[in-house]
């Protein structure tokens, strides 16, 4: 039996020259896989790659990553113990919101493979897009955010996207408040 590391870098290869939806020709300079702990007990999910993090190949490294990785600890969660990833691989244009079929093409090839693999007990998708994308339905965020689902054998607890939170600061302690959630339900698996 293949191990976690290495079913991870085999889907890696085999999408590292990625043309596989319309991103992969306008312009992106890296695909940003995710990264962190493949042994996991919480997977954060958000929308897709922004200018830093298709610089670096890395996700959540700009402004929002910083914020995020302050409101992880401020609720008790160390960003380290955590597998982050995006809907999307592929930065879109102007940080535009990645397009249905694009979010259809993307998560079907990777990020569910990445899940299957990974095995997480709960994700925590950032914003409506990573919640819209693994749900495959319209959904409001201000409605969803905090509430506790299930997606196939999975526990999902939608948040906001930092981003959102960098627009909005009022609305900082109920993303805290969400992530005190994940931490709480995560005891239950240790
Ligand atoms: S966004 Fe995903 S499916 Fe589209 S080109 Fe990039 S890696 Fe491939």
Not at 28 to 52: A, H, T, Y
Not at 121 to 137: M, Q
Not at 157 to 178: G, S
């Amino acid at each position: 039996m293949i191990t976690k590391k290495t079913a991870l870098d085999n889907l890696y290869k085999k999408y590292s020259q990625c043309f596989s939806c319309p991103l992969g020709g306008l312009g992106r300079k890296n695909i940003v896989f995710g990264s962190g702990n493949i042994d996991c007990i919480i997977m954060l999910i958000g929308e897709g790659p922004g200018k830093q993090e298709d610089e670096q190949g890395i996700p959540f490294v700009g402004r929002s990553g910083q914020l995020l990785t302050k409101l992880l600890s401020i609720a008790g969660i160390n960003r380290n113990a955590l597998f982050i990833a995006n809907i999307v691989k592929c930065r879109p244009p102007e940080n535009r919101k990645p397009a249905y079929e694009e979010i259809s093409v993307c998560t079907k090839l990777i990020l569910f493979e990445q899940i299957k693999i990974i095995k997480p007990k709960i994700i925590c998708t950032l914003g409506s897009t990573a919640l819209e994308g693994l749900l495959n339905k319209k959904i409001k965020i201000t409605q969803e955010r905090g509430t506790i689902q299930k997606w196939n054998e999975y526990i999902v607890v939608p948040t906001f996207h930092p981003a959102y939170i960098l627009r909005n600061p009022q609305e900082t302690q109920k993303c805290i408040d969400d992530f005190i959630l994940i931490e709480k339900i995560s005891e239950s698996f240790l």
